[in-house]
């Protein structure tokens, strides 16, 4: 087996791992790092993260203007940024947890959160000015209590280019498809390594010590979702070819999901394998949803032909296809100017924020303005759409529905074994 020395070895190649191996660089470390992705798909869920918002305390302007260098003055003066202090965003970690973090994390989390995007800034990122947190108000900008005010540039994917740059100007090592597969201990249980697997096969790399800031290999589900799926769509092809092609190449469990909206559909994904179904569009029209009233509507009478494919609402997260309603990226279309209507915080719903034309939400009951325009998400699975219900009348039908059927296409032939389409 081969092996490699180093003073750190930094498992994962995310926002965690790439800060933490110029971390350990500026420290003086030679560091490894093991990225279980090729090349050509690294960053993790970094990568994703389309927003890329960075929350940290602050004291209003004269804290966040180191951050971003290069915005002009004649900018700032437009800017209102009420200051966010360390109790405030300890405060909300609490409050949105309903007390279930750890105390001591989170004020680490919190104490570190604005020195560590001033040094996320010296090592080389570029920060921006999330204006779409912002709330205009006669040619000024004001920043609600607490809302996150920067983002990295070009969002997730280009947080992950500026790490790549700045670990290539350091001459740190980045080994692509090389999976960490299990710590090396020494007698006292001390880590000191790890074996990883490469394309070649299996290596050791020797350290003094290591930063794992990667999730685990495994994984306990597999979500398979077709082309025909609602929202934002990763599939490429059709559910049951996808089907087709997952369920012999695993051993987990695997959710199917993509255009199931009726009790026939959830049959014939569970027929053809998959262990249980994930059902999106369905449950915009249940009672307990959120969604506009006006979006709900229009999905009741849309049919599977009336959705569409497309990369048009993707103003805040580029390159994501999501299939919508084809009738909103026509309003959206037609309509002229950047901004489409309001909508409120969900934890504030008195401070209103405008929306972008083309962004990715969803109108929702707080939101207003041409909610036609904004995007109506629906994979083909609208068809079963048909009336409002609790959500618990829809997983009855939907499985009622679905068990029927099974039960009746696994009967004895001549046992009553569906003569037409029953
Ligand atoms: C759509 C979306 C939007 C988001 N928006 C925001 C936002 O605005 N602000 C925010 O703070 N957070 C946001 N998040 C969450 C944020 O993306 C994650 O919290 C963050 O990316 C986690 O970073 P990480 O470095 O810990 O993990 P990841 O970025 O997931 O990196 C883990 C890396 O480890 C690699 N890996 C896994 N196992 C191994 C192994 N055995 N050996 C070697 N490598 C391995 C993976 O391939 C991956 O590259 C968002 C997430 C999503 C999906
Ligand atoms: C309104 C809406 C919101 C969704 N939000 C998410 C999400 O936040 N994360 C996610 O992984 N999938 C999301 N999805 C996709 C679903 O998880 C699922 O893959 C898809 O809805 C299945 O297709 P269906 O809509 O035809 O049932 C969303 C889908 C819809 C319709």
Same mark, same amino acid.
């Not at 350990?24 to 470390?29: C, I, K, R």
């Not at 947890?97 to 995007?117: D, H, I, K, Q």
């Not at 369920?247 to 199931?260: C, D, E």
């Not at 529905?401 to 099974?406: G, I, R, T």
């Given at each position: 087996m081969a092996t490699l020395d180093c003073d750190v070895v930094v498992v994962g190649l995310g926002n965690a791992a790439q800060a933490a191996a110029a971390s350990?660089?500026?420290? !003086?470390?030679k560091v490894i790092v093991l990225e279980k992705a090729p090349e050509k798909k690294r960053g993790g869920n970094t990568w994703f993260s389309h927003g890329a918002q960075f929350r940290h305390y602050h004291n209003g302007i004269p804290d966040v203007k180191p951050l971003l260098p290069h915005v002009p003055e004649s900018e700032w003066e437009k800017i209102d940024l009420p200051p966010y202090t360390k109790d405030d965003f300890y405060a909300?970690?609490?409050?949105?947890?309903?007390?279930? =973090?750890?105390?001591?994390?989170?004020?680490?989390? *919190?104490?570190? =959160? +604005?020195?560590? *995007?001033? $040094?996320?800034?010296? =090592? !080389?990122? @570029?920060?921006?000015?999330? +204006?779409?947190?912002?709330?205009?108000?006669?040619?000024? &900008?004001r $920043?609600?209590?607490? =809302?996150? &005010?920067?983002?990295?540039?070009?969002g997730g994917a280009g947080l992950v280019d500026m790490w790549h740059r700045i670990l290539q100007s350091k001459g740190i090592e980045v080994r692509y498809e090389n999976g960490a597969v299990r710590f090396i201990t020494d007698e006292k249980n001390a880590v000191r390594g790890v074996v990883v697997q490469t394309p070649e096969g299996l290596a050791e790399i020797r350290c003094k010590g290591r930063i794992v800031a990667a999730d685990?290999?495994?994984?306990?589900?597999?979500?398979? @979702?077709?082309?025909?799926? /609602? /929202?934002? %769509?990763?599939?490429?092809? /059709?559910?049951?070819?996808l089907l087709g092609q997952v369920?012999?190449? %695993?051993? %987990?469990? %695997?959710?199917? #999901?993509? !255009?199931?909206g009726t009790g026939r559909a959830m049959a014939a994904a569970l027929a053809s394998g998959a262990s249980a179904v994930r059902v999106g569009t369905r449950f915009v029209a249940a009672e307990e949803s959120d969604a506009h009233p006006s979006y709900v509507k229009k999905l009741i009478s849309a049919e599977a032909k009336d959705t569409v494919?497309?990369?048009? &609402?993707s103003a805040n997260w580029p390159n994501a296809p999501h299939r919508?309603?084809?009738?909103?990226?026509?309003?959206? @279309?037609?309509? @002229? !100017?950047? *901004?489409? /209507?309001?909508? #409120?915080?969900?934890?504030?719903?008195n401070v209103r924020v405008p929306v972008p034309r083309f962004t990715s939400l969803v109108p929702l009951k707080t939101h207003t303005g041409e909610i036609d325009a904004m995007p109506h998400w629906a994979g083909e699975s609208v068809e079963g759409v048909t009336k409002i219900q609790p959500a618990r009348d829809i997983v009855r039908e939907l499985a009622g529905?679905?068990?029927?059927?099974?039960r009746r296409w696994s009967a004895p032939s001549g046992n009553g074994r569906r003569p037409n389409h029953p």
């Open positions: 350990a660089h500026e420290a !003086g470390a909300d970690i609490m409050r949105v947890t309903r007390g279930r =973090s750890v105390p001591e994390l989170a004020e680490l989390l *919190v104490n570190e =959160s +604005y020195p560590t *995007v001033r $040094w996320m800034r010296e =090592s !080389g990122i @570029q920060w921006e000015i999330l +204006y779409t947190d912002a709330k205009p108000e006669g040619g000024r &900008f $920043w609600h209590h607490g =809302s996150s &005010f920067i983002h990295s540039k070009d685990r290999a495994g994984c306990d589900l597999i979500v398979a @979702q077709g082309i025909e799926a /609602g /929202g934002h %769509v990763r599939g490429k092809i /059709g559910l049951l070819a369920l012999p190449a %695993v051993r %987990v469990p %695997v959710v199917a #999901a993509g !255009g199931i494919l497309t990369e048009a &609402f919508v309603l084809r009738s909103s990226l026509e309003a959206a @279309q037609k309509l @002229q !100017g950047d *901004v489409v /209507g309001e909508r #409120a915080y969900a934890w504030e719903p529905e679905a068990e029927e059927l099974l």
